[in-house]
């Protein structure tokens, strides 16, 4: 049992957690993190990396399946589950050292344990209930994340059905499944399946699936999933979950009607949990709404001292905003000039499905409820060389302006590779470029960025290649 | 061709002093231009030959900023003219005397000092950094850029700064005039001039506060015919009436200024016509009399209001002013207390100014400036004695009220504060 005085300690080593201690050593404090599971967090370890690991097989799966189309012929191929997901858990494993690294090299403590706060700066790290380490710090961020959320009536069991952390790592590859929720997570984990052979259900509660992207991004990526073979249930709810030893027969509620689905697995991607429970915050000031901590622009709690970060906070619940804010609250604590608080309508969001999903800003139902009077531009993949080059001339690139401003309001993609295109429009709507500043800019031929500049155009009745 | 004024934009070479060849030390006279207003000197800033007239004698409208002559510092190359004047934007060649913008300081020639930072000294050095949304909405919306402090990186007004622009500008939607005023920014950026001449400074960013005394102020002063009219007020009664109200009010204390406020409120309701506000269609008569009385805080000037004064008693008038007073100070009052009033009544009189002239607060259309009360020598019936006095100086809006309307309501008013009894009904 040690006592160690810090001016900054971070709970949580996450996405969040680690790169605020990153960059509160780059501004000289001494910097500890409290880490009780993994250094990455759920991201690196049970999240986004090892999934684009998996992700990657389903790609190359699809492709080999048709393989023909591009000229080969592939007599007979085969995959290895159990090295698929070995691949996976490589991938998170390598990441997961190179944290450490990084905290060692910028002089990060690390304490393995939970973090619980003791009021007055005081932080209690325990391990199997014991304490190993009471730390003082002027400055403590909370970025503990969350957990899948559990409905009643759909707890996992590990075995039939699946958080995100089973369907990461089963040891083989079921025949068919059955998806509750359509948000990034149960997309993706779908799409994965799917691509790699097995029979899946989506199952969502909403009218549509991805219901955060725009209407019309969302219809047409259903339209592609169902074109794949993936059965897709909107406006549907899963009320009984009967398990066998080796199946789950789920029941579905839909336009008042129920259907029995009987599969191998079932995995539940309803939401998350904010991790707020043990943390000591009854010893604080810091308050919660709807168990996420509730913090200031500058990621203050109410409790002097204390910050909160990532998914511990409000959403959207994504790894790119907790590292955005860990950032943002360490330079507020060292007074920086120049600090800007987040905003929302600027942080990107990707689904890693097939086809890709990826936006930024407001859809344009959204920006139409907010008042604005819009410009729409949409540019479909087959009216692009690179995309027809590719063979993925199925997806689309819509913006909206305010027709007002020419201020950039959102930007909705679906296709291929889009994941690495909606940073062109971030940049942009964070510079607050207008539809001139992008129509003045000069996209590389042939790539699928040109559609960037395509939808701009159209949004303007410019459009060239349509 | 150097800008001898804010407004002008271009000017004729009236005559050559100087010809080519001749040598020429700073402060020699150059040339004589033309403006729209008067001819003036030029003076050359810098020394050297005079190698090159560009512009001839006798040359009308030449734009503010055109070469008009090349300067060669010594050991300069006359081969680097040609170069000057072909593009007329060689790197470190000859000095053009273009810049040379110094106006001649004539006494009979008022160039204004201000006029020396020429649009292109703003252009190099005061470049504003704007977001092109920023941009865009600055334009729409006919924002002076130069006005606004902006948030984002390195300082770049971005569109969040502009909404702030606006809502700063709210409380003064209510003002009668209900026009388009938009403020006049000054045609010299400070900041551009500073840092052409080098003078140290930082900058404070504008709060809404300050800019809409700003905006408010300047439209004031711009729009509203202002006269002003000054009368001298005995105050020995006014004091000996405090003296026996506090002895007697057991620890309570009126000021004099709470019988300033009073005596401002009865005098409007006993001379209405002073207690007006103009607009294009209409006189608005008041009907009730609200002093806005002007405090200083942290922020800048706020004026909360003590509603009907005239039927306040000197006691209630003074709780209020406490009240709102030490809230204006925190920046706490609400709306309604501070926007409004049918006339505004400045007191400077604790610094010990004797006399000021104050800018009337739209739609108001008079505002009372209280000197210090103080000991004077005066004369009284042909006898020089010591008495209290106190200088209010009342600038009037001349659209709403005439001379003469003014000159009684301020007579009925020092009846007021000379025979102070009236005031403690």
């Known amino acids: 049992m040690s006592e160690q005085k810090f001016d900054v300690v971070v709970v949580g080593g996450g996405p969040g957690g680690y790169v605020a201690a990153i960059r509160a050593a780059q501004l000289g404090f001494s910097t500890a993190v409290v880490e009780r599971e993994h250094l990455g967090g759920i991201c690196l370890n049970w999240g986004c990396i090892p999934t684009k690991a998996l992700l990657r097989c389903a790609e190359i799966n699809h492709l080999m399946r048709h393989a023909d189309q591009f000229g080969f012929t592939v007599e007979k191929y085969s995959f290895d589950f159990k090295k698929i997901v070995e691949r996976s858990r490589k991938v998170a494993a390598q990441l997961s050292g190179g944290i450490k690294h990084l905290m060692k090299k910028n002089k990060v403590t690390v304490f393995e344990g939970h973090g619980k706060l003791l009021g007055k700066g005081k932080l209690d790290v325990s391990k199997d209930g014991k304490n190993v380490a009471t730390l003082e710090a002027k400055h403590i961020i909370l970025a503990t994340g969350a957990r899948a959320r559990v409905l009643p009536g759909l707890e996992p069991d590990g075995k039939r059905v699946w958080t995100y952390k089973e369907a990461m790592t089963p040891q083989e590859m079921p025949k068919s499944l059955v998806v509750i929720g359509s948000g990034a997570i149960g997309i993706e984990f779908a799409s994965f399946y799917h691509n790699m052979g097995a029979d899946v259900t989506v199952v969502e509660v909403m009218d549509r699936i991805m219901p955060v ?254 | ?176 005039s209900g026009g388009t005023f938009t403020p006049a920014s000054s045609s010299v950026n400070a900041v551009a001039l500073a840092d052409a001449y080098g003078i140290p400074y930082s900058l404070q960013p504008n709060s809404g506060v300050r800019k809409v005394i700003a905006r408010r102020l300047s439209e004031s002063k711009q729009t509203v015919p202002h006269f002003y009219l000054t009368v001298d007020c005995e105050l020995d009664a006014l004091l000996a009436v405090r003296k026996q109200v506090n002895d007697a009010a057991d620890g309570f204390k009126v000021s004099v200024n709470d019988f300033i406020i009073k005596a401002t409120a009865v005098a409007l309701k006993k001379y209405p016509a002073a207690n007006v506000s103009w607009t294009d269609e209409n006189i608005v008569q008041y009907e009730r009399a609200d002093v806005s009385v002007a405090v200083a805080s942290d922020n800048g000037l706020i004026t909360p209001i003590i509603v009907d004064a005239a039927n306040k008693s000197l006691k209630q008038i003074s709780i209020e002013m406490k009240d709102l007073g030490g809230r204006a100070k925190e920046g706490k009052l609400k709306p309604h207390e501070f926007q409004g009033g049918t006339i505004s009544v400045s007191n400077l009189g604790m610094f010990g100014i004797r006399e000021f002239s104050a800018i009337i607060n739209p739609p108001q259309a008079a505002i009372l400036a209280i000197g210090a009360g103080g000991e004077r020598a005066v004369v009284k019936n042909g006898q020089l004695t010591v008495a209290n006095m106190m200088t209010v100086t009342a600038s009037f809006d001349h659209r709403a009220i005439d001379g003469a309307v003014g000159a009684e309501f301020l007579q009925v008013f020092k009846n007021l504060i000379e025979n102070p009894m009236g005031l403690l009904l």
């Not at chain 1, 030893?245 to 309803?270: F, L, M, P, W, Y």
């Not at chain 1, 500043?437 to 790539?447: E, I, L, R």
């Not at chain 2, 010594?74 to 081969?79: F, H, I, M």
């Open chain 2, 1 to 176: 061709m150097p800008a001898l004024s804010p407004t002008m934009t271009e000017g004729k070479l009236a005559k050559w002093v100087k010809k080519e060849g001749d040598q020429i030390k700073a402060g020699d006279v150059i040339a004589e231009i033309e403006t729209d207003k008067a001819t003036m000197e030029v003076e050359a800033v810098d020394e050297g030959t005079l190698a090159k007239i560009v512009i001839p004698e006798g040359t009308d409208g030449v734009k503010v900023n055109t070469l008009i002559a090349v300067l060669l510092e010594e050991g300069e190359d006359a081969a680097a003219v040609n170069a000057v004047t072909a593009d007329g934007a060689a790197a470190p060649a000859p000095k053009t005397v273009t810049p040379a913008n110094q106006p001649a300081a004539g006494a009979d020639k008022p160039a204004p000092r201000m006029a020396v930072a020429t649009p292109q000294q703003a252009a190099a050095t005061g470049r504003i950094f704007a977001s092109p949304l920023a941009k865009r909405i600055a334009k729409e919306r006919g924002i002076d850029l130069s006005t606004i402090k902006g948030s984002g990186p390195h300082g770049r007004i971005v569109k969040a700064d502009l909404e702030g622009a606006k809502a700063g500008m709210k409380p003064a939607a209510q003002a009668a």
């Open chain 1, 213 to 466: 992207e725009d209407a019309e991004i969302s219809a047409f990526a259903r339209k592609q999933f169902e074109k794949q073979g993936m059965k897709i249930l909107t406006g549907a709810k899963v009320v009984r979950l009967d398990k066998t030893e080796n199946t789950v027969t789920v029941h579905v509620e839909a336009g008042g009607k129920t259907e029995k689905i009987t599969v191998d697995r079932v995995i539940s991607a309803v939401g998350i949990v904010a991790n707020t429970e043990n943390l000591g915050l009854e010893n604080t000031k810091v308050k919660t709404d709807r168990n996420h901590i509730v913090v200031n622009q500058w990621l203050e709690t109410d409790e002097k001292g204390v910050y909160a970060i990532g998914d511990v906070v409000h959403g959207p619940w994504l790894a790119h905003k907790a590292s955005h804010e860990g950032v943002i609250c360490v330079e507020k604590i060292k007074g920086l000039p120049d600090v800007h608080p987040m905003k929302k309508e600027n942080i990107p969001g990707c689904t890693y499905c097939t086809p890709q999903v990826a936006s930024v800003g407001l859809t344009e139902a959204a920006a139409k409820e907010k008042g604005y009077d819009v410009k729409v531009g949409k540019f479909p993949f087959i009216g692009n060389g690179k995309a027809i080059a590719l063979g993925e001339p199925e997806g689309m690139v819509k913006t909206v302006f305010d027709a007002k401003t020419g201020e950039l309001l959102g930007a909705h993609m679906v296709g291929a590779d889009v994941t690495e295109m909606i940073q062109g429009y971030v940049i942009g709507k964070t510079m607050e470029a207008t539809e001139l500043d992008f129509m003045h800019t000069v996209f590389p031929h042939p790539t699928l960025s040109e559609m960037m500049h395509e939808s701009v155009l159209d949004a303007y009745g410019k459009v060239i290649h349509m």
